[in-house]
Every structure is written in structure tokens, then in C-alpha cells.
């Protein structure tokens, strides 16, 4: 494990002053990722690069997504502390940290073994706990629901039926919605049991969320 040292801290600085400049604005945001070491969540061939605002890849055909991804999802959360959010897609866990970090419950899904015991190991050795699970995104955590949040960190097809029903009444949505190369990120609030009102917010790339019959095998 690399430390955290006085350049990765300067380097972090000049990465929220990069996010500041692209519109990320919540102050408690800025704060949460220059508290999380994201050089500690990569390979040791990206580790140098690993204050630019660029996605890389971290196994298993995933990605740690950009900063600015991470920084927009979680503003557009609009959470407040002690709310319980659902991660879906846990990735290297750094997108869990920031959330952390925020001052949330976190419950984490992740759909590749390999990720989801990288992650627990690296998130234990960091000091951070979130509830993490391997198991169908698409399923969510209908054990721990309804949850405040939802954040999902991969492209969805669509807005899975068992997430929508997850959803605390007056809870948000972020999820990046569409097929191909390009899916728009959308907020959507559960309004009744039946009524969801939806905000649009532009293009992301995000990997696809995976679902297929072989869910379970050891990735």
C-alpha cells in the first residue's frame, strides 16, 4: 500500500480546485474527496496519474470513474448526514469512501467477486466500513430498504423495478440511464408509490450494468 504523502495531498488540493472550476460547488463534496487518497485505489502502473480527472481501468473490465463523475453523482445525491444510501456497482470502493466521508450509511453492492473482495480488503485497511455485498445490482437490498439514496455507478438499461420500490418515500435516485456509448444522468424522486419526478442532467460513459443468467459464479 502506497502512503499518503504531502505531494499526494498537494496533488488532491489542485484536483478540487480542478472540480471547482468545472461547476462542483458543494463544499462538503470538495471536502469528502480531498480526504480520500484515490491513489490508493489504483493499479501501481496508473498511481501517478491518479489526481487526473480521468477514468482507469481496476479489473474485471471495470473502471474507477473520472473525479468530476464522482463529484457530480454525489452532489446530485443532495444527502444529508446519518441518510442510508445504496451504492450499486462498488467498483474499487473509492466512490464508497466519499460517500463515507459525507457522513452516510453506506450499503454497496458489487456483481464481480473479484471487486467486491478487493474492495473489502482495501476499504478495511483504509478504516472505512461500509455494508458491502456481492450480489444483482439490479435486485438491490430489499432486507436493508427503504433507503434515503440511491446511487448507481454504472449504465442501466433501464430503472430496475426492485430499486424503485427500494426507495424511500421522497428518497432521490441518481442512476446514468441508456444503452451504447453515451447514457444521460438523470434524478429521480419518488413522489408516491407510483410517481417518480425525473431531472435530466446531461451525457456521462459509464460501463455497463451488468445482468445475466450467470450471476453467482466466481468472476
Do not use: W
Not at 67 to 73: C, D, L, M, N, S
Not at 124 to 153: C, K, S, V, W
Not at 194 to 199: G, K
Amino acid at each position: 500500500m502506497h502512503l499518503d504523502s504531502y505531494k499526494h495531498k498537494g496533488l488532491r488540493i489542485k484536483l478540487i480546485e480542478l472540480l471547482r472550476s468545472k461547476g462542483i460547488d458543494n463544499e462538503g463534496v470538495l471536502k469528502a474527496i480531498n480526504k480520500v487518497p484515490r491513489h490508493l485505489f489504483l493499479d501501481n502502473a496508473f498511481v501517478k496519474f491518479a489526481y487526473q480527472d480521468q477514468a482507469f481501468p481496476i479489473g474485471a473490465n471495470q473502471t474507477i470513474s473520472q473525479p468530476f463523475t464522482v463529484a457530480f453523482q454525489s452532489q446530485l445525491l443532495d444527502a444529508k448526514r446519518g441518510q442510508k444510501v445504496l451504492e450499486i456497482g462498488t467498483g474499487s470502493g473509492f466512490q464508497s469512501c466519499v460517500l463515507m466521508e459525507l457522513g452516510l450509511k453506506v450499503f454497496s453492492i458489487e456483481r464481480h467477486r473479484s471487486l467486491h473482495q478487493s474492495a473489502k480488503k482495501q476499504l478495511e485497511g483504509m478504516g472505512y466500513f461500509p455494508r458491502l455485498f456481492f450480489g444483482d445490482g439490479y435486485q438491490g437490498l430489499a432486507t436493508f430498504a427503504p433507503f434515503d439514496r440511491i446511487l448507481i455507478t454504472a449504465a442501466a438499461p433501464y430503472i430496475p423495478e426492485a430499486l424503485k420500490s427500494q426507495l424511500k418515500l421522497g428518497g432521490k435516485m441518481v442512476i446514468p440511464l441508456g444503452e451504447g456509448d453515451k447514457q444521460e444522468m438523470q434524478r429521480i424522486t419518488k413522489v408516491s408509490e407510483t410517481e417518480f419526478n425525473i431531472e435530466r442532467f446531461g451525457d456521462f460513459s459509464f460501463v455497463p450494468m451488468l445482468q445475466d443468467k450467470s450471476f453467482g459464479k466466481t468472476q
